[in-house]
T-cell receptor, first 112, second 114 residues
Framework: SQQGEEDPQALSIQEGENATMNCSYK?????LQWYRQNSGRGLVHLIL?????REKHSGRLRVTLDTSKKSSSLLITASRAADTASYFC????????????FGQGTRLTINP | ETGVTQTPRHLVMGMTNKKSLKCEQH?????MYWYKQSAKKPLELMFV???????ENNSVPSRFSPECPNSSHLFLHLHTLQPEDSALYLC?????????????FGDGTRLSIL
């Protein structure tokens, strides 16, 4: 069953702009992860944020987590053409937390 | 370059054929996964192996048969598949099972059923 839902489904911006993608989930979690997938390739892990954390940074990436709203956001600052990809959030469940459940993803296009 | 290698990258087979997908990880991980990625659908977990033992079978039809001879290798044996089985099949590994473990993915096998 689908746990995370990304919003928007597709996003197109100009190079240099910031891109924000959101993920909402339904049940309580221990951890939330963000992944990137380039066309024709596998997923690449970006960031893991724990339920007791509110914000994490990695280079140009900033992830926030609001457990009261059951939502997370991924911000990519100063976007580049190479950031064009699909982005997925994945959550575990407090009960049976041995696996990740992925959302459908946001397709991000960076226009030069 | 991800440390997880899948072969073949592309596979076309008829509904009566038998074929196998192979996954190998060079990361020293103990957990391995098979996922199915279809268009317009979320990534679907199929199987989880931890220290060579299957710990999760997500109600996968028996025409998909996994095999994990050791912690570095994972196979998916296919037989009598249906057209709706056409998809990208992704293998992943992690140090251990659990939602606090980043997963490392291979580039997948694009499977087409004729």
């Amino acid at each position: 069953s689908q746990q995370g839902e990304e919003d928007p489904q597709a996003l197109s911006i100009q190079e240099g702009e910031n891109a924000t993608m959101n993920c909402s989930y339904k049940t309580s979690i221990n951890n939330l992860q963000w992944y990137r997938q380039n066309s024709g390739r596998g997923l690449v892990h970006l960031i893991l944020i724990r339920s007791n954390e509110r914000e994490k940074h990695s280079g140009r990436l900033r992830v926030t987590l609001d457990t009261s709203k059951k939502s997370s956001s991924l911000l990519i600052t100063a976007s580049r053409a190479a950031d064009t990809a699909s982005y997925f959030c994945a959550t575990d469940l407090i009960q049976g937390a041995q696996k990740l459940v992925f959302g459908q993803g946001t397709r991000l296009t960076i226009n030069p | 370059e991800t440390g997880v290698t899948q072969t073949p990258r592309h596979l076309v087979m008829g509904m009566t054929n038998k074929k196998s997908l192979k996954c190998e990880q060079h990361l020293g991980h103990n957990a391995m996964y098979w996922y199915k990625q279809s268009a317009k659908k979320p990534l679907e977990l199929m199987f989880v192996y931890n220290f060579k033992e299957q710990t999760e079978n997500n109600s996968v039809p028996s025409r998909f048969s996994p095999e994990c001879p050791n912690s570095s290798h994972l196979f998916l044996h296919l037989h009598t598949l249906q057209p709706e089985d056409s998809a990208l099949y992704l293998c992943a590994s992690s140090q251990a099972t659990g939602g606090n473990q980043p997963q490392h993915f291979g580039d997948g096998t694009r499977l087409s059923i004729l």
